[in-house]
């Protein structure tokens, strides 16, 4: 992206000037995210979850990292050495607490991220490729987060592994094989343990390396927006600093308070009391569940109850539950719609708020729940309408929906007018 | 192209799933109920409510509650200590209970741990010290089943963590042994606690393989002379309970404060300064 009446970078300290000579690194950041950055100018709160997204990854590689100078990965001792930092080591309490809490709160912004995404059409062309990585991203999360859970070696830990590497032995012929592979035995055990804390810390770091890959291939297009309407004029935008540098320390603000009221006086409200318990193979709990950020998937795991077509009831759950992620992937070329934003798609918007999001919230909380009546029942449906949204009504509703019109631009949406920018008064302007 | 297989995908996993739907459905119609009733669905209780001093956000413990913490571990270590272990938890950490150096000394000593024989080498006995961790009745897994009728009386370190609404629940469950009710005989008239096992409605199969440990009004003879009504000795070994599973917990819940006070400041600071960053584009028509 290059908006040519973007600011530039010009270097007045001496030192400041030898730096941009050797080593621009500044003048990247100037131009990422600071005042060398136009950003459409009618961007809502919804635009902030990327920025407290890669927060909550800061917070949680540095709690990590000092959680791993104090850990044992290893599983005689796992559980003592989070007993250990919870009690003996200063202010061990806390950076547990900030982490397993961090987790919950790096999914519930990633989620309406994403969300923000679906309404608001940001995975269209030309921003494909920021929607793929985006995806890639969510992945690795799911994997750092799998892992990271069974770390502590508590009963849950234990037994949602079971379960999770379990499923790798539904694939036919070479799926056992594999899960041993995988789990370095038969079941898992000191072996598993171990490689998921080098997996655990490893990944973290490769998500930096994707989300720079995410940053970079949004600045070529730049920012979407609410409207949906690319950027046409200069008036269209204001500089990402300090305008939306402000607007996310307020929006940070807003979210530290309400992660330091979890992580201070309710940091077991979004845990299972079995992962107090030691890991115990030989006593399986009542109820198996992964963490909240999960159950969705494992609804949709769990809801496939029957063989069908001679595919193994256990396979097609496993099958649909990659299936329903990896549609995401396919989301730029199943909505053809050439309109992004839902504000102007009444038939689309009525779809995302009255269709997906009640399925989803629906398959959560069964997720959590005993897979029972009436559970079952609900989260069947709720997966039929999941899978029918993304491949089969947004296709059509794109083919046939009529939408509303659109602004002419940014500055008419925002300000009522555009004179300018209808006039041509303004330099050429990226379309 | 693209949109064409996607709803070919789609309909495959909604037939596969509302398959799903159609076979539960049809088992729900023939066996005519949801969810089958059981003596454990119809008669579990949920835990009575308990009143701690570390309830709620201002929870800590005062000087005034250190005295329940300390009547709390009385109850643990004459009654039961008998079959329950604290491991997690180190003698010296009894300083926070407001025990002067010397007396943890002194309670440290009373314990009896495991030790080497300095001049054999053998296996042996000794007095504990401060560094030492709370013993362990038993030596190892079978001996602990052995004494229990098969079951093994878990670790009490971070029981109140470890169950559903812990602290309630422990107070609860202590306080819990009765008779099976009537209605249960009617409605499930097979339901027997069988022999070895103890009826507690608290419990999760009803059923529980403890002897109530608190029997009879003063059991257990207080040093600070508090009455030791068997709601008196579940409520501190309740609040002790809590103080094992978490020390830290008052330190948390007094660090939040100042913590959660900054940021509110902080936030109402970054909201002024985002309103007056962007009083400018609001107004000016560029």
Known sequence: MSFPWAQHYEPKAPFMRWMDEKLPLPRLVYNAIGAGYPVPRNLNYAWNFGVLAGFCLVMQIVTGVILAMHFAPNALIAFDSTEHIMRDVNWGWLMRYAHANGASAFFVVVYLHIFRGF????????????????????????????????????????????????????????GEPIQIWLLGGYAPDNAALNRFFSLHFLLPF???GVIILHIWALHIPGSSNPTGVEVKSESD????????????????????????????????ALAHPDNYIPANPLSTPALIVPEWYFWPFYAILRAFTADFLFIPAKLMGVLAMFASILVWFFLPWLDRSPVRSGHYRPL?????????????VVLGYCGGSHPEEPYLMMSQLATAYYFLHFLVILPLVSAFERPAPLPFSITEAVLGSDDKAVLGENAAAAS | MVRIIGILIGLFFTAAVLWALATGAYTVASQGYLTEKTAETEFHKHPRELKLASDGWGGHWGEEDLAQLQRGY?????????CHSLRHVALRDLAQLGYSEAEVKAEAASWTVPGVDPATGEATTRPGTPTDYFPSPYPNDIAARAANNNAIPPDLSLITKARHEGPAYAYSLLTGYAEAPAELKQEFPGFETPAGLYFNPYFANL??????????????????????????????????????????????????????GFLLFATILAYLAKQQVWANAKRRKD
């Open chain 1, 348 to 360: 689309f918007r009525k779809f995302f708020w009255f269709g997906l999001i009640p399925s989803v």
């Open chain 1, 119 to 174: 309404f608001y059409g940001s995975y269209k062309a030309p921003r494909e490729m920021v929607w793929l990585l985006g995806v890639v991203i969510f992945l690795l999360m799911m994997a750092t987060a799998f892992m990271g859970y069974v770390l502590p070696w508590g009963q849950m830990s234990f037994w949602g592994a079971k379960v999770i590497t379990g499923l790798f032995g539904a694939i036919p012929f070479v």
């Open chain 2, 207 to 260: 059923n529980i393989a403890m002897p109530p440990p608190l029997h009879s009004e003063g059991q257990v003879t207080y040093a600070d002379g508090t009455k030791a009504s068997v709601d008196q000795m579940a409520h501190d070994v309740a609040a002790f309970l809590v103080w094992t599973a978490e020390p830290s917990l008052g330190k948390r819940n007094q660090t939040g404060w100042p913590v959660l």
């Open chain 2, 74 to 82: 009385q109850v643990y270590k004459e009654v039961c200590a008998a």
């Open chain 1, 237 to 268: 935008t204001l500089p990402f600093h300090p305008y939306y540098t402000a607007k996310d320390g307020f929006g940070l603000g807003v979210f530290l308070i309400i992660y330091c009221a979890f992580v201070f006086f309710m940091p077991n």
């Open chain 1, 206 to 208: 490769v998500i930096a």
